[in-house]
Each structure stands twice: as C-alpha cells, then as structure tokens.
C-alpha cells in the first residue's frame, strides 16, 4: 500500500493549468494499480494506492512520478490479501510455537 500526501502548491498549479487529471492518469498508466482512491489525509490532497512490488527496486518506479510531479510525500507499507495472509499461516504457527 502505498500513500501518497501531494504538496498543496504543486496541485494547486497543475490544477490551475488544467494538468492535474492528465498528469495523475499518466501514472495510473504507467503503474497500474490494484486499486487507487483519492483521498483528503491530513488536510491535503493524497491517494491510497494498492501496488505489487515484485522487489524493493520497484519502488522508485512508483514513487518518482509522484515526487516529479506533485512534490509528493511518500509512505509505504506492506498489505496482504486474505489469500496471502493464508498462505502466511505456516510462518504465524512457526512464530507461535518459539516465541508464543
């Protein structure tokens, strides 16, 4: 899950010259997300996006088009489905048995 805070200034002037839609469509493009909703967090513009990282280098292919264009703030953390919180049920049991 990633979170993204857009810096007020830079929305305010891509919204003004009329790019924000094309320019917050182009990454949706290009990263492809699970899911993205559009969000006000902490008073500012942000989204709330669901994106798979196949590994840790993925992340500036995320986060940079943000960075680029809105002066974002990025957050980052980790969310599993109900079908990968399954499959993790071996490491749970595994942790319970050492340290539960």
């Known amino acids: 899950m990633m979170k993204v805070l ?3 200034a830079k929305a305010n002037e891509l919204a003004r010259d009329g790019e924000m839609e094309s320019t917050v469509k182009a990454i949706l493009e290009d990263a492809k997300p699970e ?3 559009f969000v006000a ?3 500012q513009r942000s989204a709330v996006l669901f994106v798979n990282f196949d590994q840790p280098s993925d992340l500036p292919r995320f986060a940079e088009p943000w960075f680029l264009a809105f002066g974002a ?3 980052v953390q980790p969310a599993m489905t109900a079908e990968d919180l399954a ?8 942790a ?3 340290f539960g």
């Open 6 to 8: 857009f810096d007020t």
């Open 35 to 37: 899911a993205a909703y």
């Open 41 to 43: 967090e902490e008073g």
């Open 73 to 75: 703030t990025i957050t």
């Open 87 to 94: 499959g993790a049920a071996a490491g749970i049991e595994a």
């Open 96 to 98: 319970v048995r050492r």
